[in-house]
């Protein structure tokens, strides 16, 4: 196991495009999260899945962006009609069990122009 | 509201002194509390963890870092710092509601001189 992956590492786009980016966590965590971070800030929560259900969402997520987990295996972030305050690095993380150690992989930093 | 504050932005010490990056938290309940370390050009990795039991926890690479309730503390502390320890470090806290969202401060850049 190599670990949680994301792709792509990086995405340059135009103000108005929609981007997805996948996730994939380590097999058999059952807990896949999303977090934003900009410079000089810590991860911030976007969303939280347990097996393929999304059982919390941040207000941070505005209707533009969505979030999948189809098969309770790898995840999908949309965002839609993207905006220059869309430009961070996206984290994704997984875990399992009740310790709740969450693992990262290397994120995806996105670029708005 | 419910909130995880690292007071300080930089922390510098010397190689071989002890090192202390600090954390307070504020929620209801009895959190679970997370230090992750963050290397240029790489993911977060977790460093240790307090769930319940002995107030202090050790961790990875030598670190370790003590839970306070009644402060609402959880510093993360080293005897002897390393070169190789300089990086930007998360306190993170789970909100004990019954979910799994995770609370992170703004994060503390160590900085180990030789």
């Known amino acids: 196991d190599t670990g949680v992956s994301q792709n792509p590492r990086h995405k340059i786009t135009k103000r108005g495009q929609n981007v997805t980016f996948r996730c994939d966590p380590i097999?058999?965590?059952?807990?896949l999260y999303w977090y934003r971070q900009t410079l000089g800030q810590g991860p911030e929560f976007l969303t939280y899945?347990?097996?393929?259900?999304?059982l919390e969402k941040s207000r941070l997520l505005s209707d533009r962006f969505s979030a999948e987990r189809p098969k309770g295996s790898f995840s999908t972030l949309e965002i839609q009609r993207t905006e220059q305050g869309d430009s961070a690095m996206y984290l994704c993380?997984?875990?399992w069990g009740a310790g709740e150690t969450q693992y990262f992989g290397p994120g995806t930093r996105l670029l708005v122009l | 509201a419910q909130s995880v504050a690292q007071p300080e932005d930089q922390v510098n010490v010397a190689e071989g002194n002890p090192l202390t990056v600090k954390c307070t938290y504020s929620?209801?309940?009895?959190?679970?509390l997370f230090w992750y370390v963050q290397y240029p050009n790489r993911g977060l990795q977790f460093l240790l963890k307090y769930i319940t039991g002995d107030n202090l926890v050790k961790g990875s690479y030598g670190f370790e870092a003590e839970f306070n309730k009644s402060q609402t503390s959880f510093h993360l502390k080293k005897p002897s710092a390393l070169v190789s320890d300089s990086a930007l470090y998360f306190c993170a806290v789970r909100v004990p509601d019954g979910g799994f969202k995770t609370i992170f401060g703004a994060g503390t850049r160590l900085f180990v001189k030789a």
């Open positions: 899945f347990q097996n393929e259900a999304q």
């Open positions: 993380a997984s875990s």
């Open positions: 929620v209801s309940g009895n959190p679970y």
């Open positions: 097999s058999e965590h059952n807990r």
